[in-house]
């Protein structure tokens, strides 16, 4: 039996999004754990895309802006898989169409648009499956690592994260009342994915993540995922309500002797 003992358990992934996205590599490495899949995405579009990479997996499609999708997705999951033994958050929305602006420009109905589907959901799901979950399920959301770096490319996104974070302690404090469900956050330094491609300016911070990190190559998508599946298993029962960076070390190497001598010789 695998360390991680996730074989002929059952999770709710909700984000998968293509090859590069930090829920593909969740879901493809419970798979070859043995567990059970269910997926839930954006849209019928995404229900399509994601069946051909997970062929014979349950696919839902789900609108976490919308209160009724969300209990259809309950429904829809129940019927088929009527006890989770963890779930999987990873997802996030920013509306970039104009632009990075200034933080205190930020568009307010942009602004909780972002808090809707990237925190909020979090929230949404978790009381929409509270009854499904196993007594002592895990739930995972992926944030990021730094949420009071002032990252201009990253704009509004930083808070947004932050509440998401701070979300898990709540969640996680009003879950015992009935349950020993846990709750906990992977706060992931830079990744090449889909989505941060779309985020203006953020391949050259990738870039200057990758000379930053200890071992001067970028953090991988699969080394996030790997950290979400122990948070899943049981190996992990002791820990909750907790946020848990992974950044290849790059938050301990800002003053690198290299990257100083470079940024102070610059014109």
Do not use: W
């Amino acid at each position: 039996m695998s360390f991680l003992e996730l074989e002929g358990k059952t999770f709710l992934v909700v984000g998968v999004a293509n090859r590069k996205s930090v829920a593909y590599h969740v879901a493809a490495r419970l798979r070859d754990e043995g567990a059970a899949l269910v997926l839930a995405v954006r849209d019928d579009a995404a229900v399509k895309a994601v069946e051909k990479l997970f062929p014979g997996v349950d696919v839902f499609p789900c609108n976490v802006e919308a209160e009724d999708e969300i209990i259809r997705l309950r429904e829809q999951v129940a019927a088929r898989h009527p006890v989770l033994d963890g779930m999987v958050h990873s997802i996030a929305f920013a509306n970039y169409s104009q632009g990075i602006k200034p933080f205190h420009e930020t568009v307010k109905a942009d602004f909780l648009q972002a808090v809707d589907i990237s925190m909020f959901s979090l929230m949404a799901l978790a009381n929409a499956f509270r009854d499904a979950f196993a007594k002592t399920a895990s739930v995972v959301t992926v944030s990021i690592s730094h949420t009071t770096m002032a990252s201009e490319s990253y704009g509004y996104m930083a808070p947004v994260k932050a509440a998401l974070d701070a979300s898990v302690a709540f969640l996680a404090k009003s879950f015992s009342a009935f349950s020993e469900v846990r709750f906990n956050a992977v706060n992931a330094g830079l990744l090449k994915t889909s989505a941060s491609a779309g985020i203006p300016g953020y391949l050259d911070n990738y870039l200057f993540a990758e000379m930053a990190t200890l071992r001067k190559r970028p953090l991988e998508t699969g080394e996030v995922a790997d950290l979400v599946l122990f948070l899943l298993s049981r190996r992990s029962s002791g820990i909750n309500a907790q946020r848990h960076v992974i950044d290849a070390g790059m938050s301990v190497n800002f003053f690198d002797h290299d990257i100083v001598k470079k940024a102070i010789r610059l014109d």
